[in-house]
């Protein structure tokens, strides 16, 4: 069965930093790119950014409200992905999804997502 | 960014009833060089993640029940629930795949 696990949210202030960690299982994690979405609360759904594979040279890609303050990373050794999140703001406070892109490209597996807040 | 638009926000239908959910690209999503749209379907029910329905705009995921189906091609998709169940309520969310990824508003399905 596939699990997606975020951790790592939480309360942050403005100008912050929190990392997010997804823990995957039931699949080859190492050959699956894997993104993150984000929703406020309320909301709909924003994408923030993907990470292929090794094969594909770990490319990243990012939406332009995130570039430069987010980064994506994995651990193909702990079955991990990562969201780093810097310079945080108010309109930044979401849940997290970490996704699994599937074969046909599309999200075919979501975690239950990780609540972040950035308030002072 | 592909902006996706969809229509209605919301709505509510009958059980047993049809449900119809358009999404509008901006511009095309079609690929030319496989004839394949780049558009999905998602359904969040509250409190819980997205679920993938559809893909290539029209493909069923696994599992998925046989009352949902899309269609449509280019720029102009639909959504149907063909018999709305009590479980159907959700929010249902286009995206397209073709340039990055991008989300419709959503569309809260609710029962009459």
């Known amino acids: 069965e596939v699990q997606l696990v975020e951790s790592g949210g939480g309360l942050v202030q403005p100008g912050g930093s929190l990392k997010l960690s997804c823990a995957a299982s039931g699949f080859t994690f190492s050959g699956s790119a894997m993104h993150w979405v984000r929703q406020a609360s309320g909301k709909g759904l924003e994408w923030i950014g993907r990470?292929?594979?090794?094969?594909?040279?770990?490319?990243?890609a990012y939406a332009e409200s995130v570039k430069g303050r987010f980064t994506i990373s994995r651990d193909d050794s702990k079955n991990t992905a990562y969201l780093q999140m810097n310079s945080l703001k108010t309109e930044d406070t979401a849940v997290y999804y970490c996704?699994?892109?599937?074969?046909?490209?599309?999200?075919?597996?979501w975690g239950q997502g990780t609540l972040v807040t950035v308030s002072s | 960014d592909i902006v996706m638009t969809q229509s209605p926000d919301s709505l509510a239908v009958s059980l047993g009833e049809r449900a119809t959910i358009n999404c509008k690209s901006r511009q095309s999503v079609l690929y030319s060089s496989n004839n394949k749209n780049y558009l999905a379907w998602y359904q969040q029910r509250p409190g819980q993640p997205p679920k993938l329905l559809i893909y290539w705009a029209s493909t069923r995921e696994s599992g998925v029940p046989d009352r949902f189906s899309g269609s449509g091609s280019g720029t102009d998709f639909t959504l149907t629930i063909s018999s709305l169940q009590a479980e159907d309520v959700a929010v249902y969310y286009c995206?397209?795949?073709?340039?990055?990824?991008?989300f419709g508003q959503g569309t809260k399905v609710e029962i009459k």
């Open positions: 990470i292929r594979t090794k094969a594909n040279s770990y490319a990243t």
């Open positions: 995206q397209q795949y073709y340039n990055s990824w991008t």
């Open positions: 996704i699994r892109q599937g074969q046909q490209l599309v999200f075919d597996y």
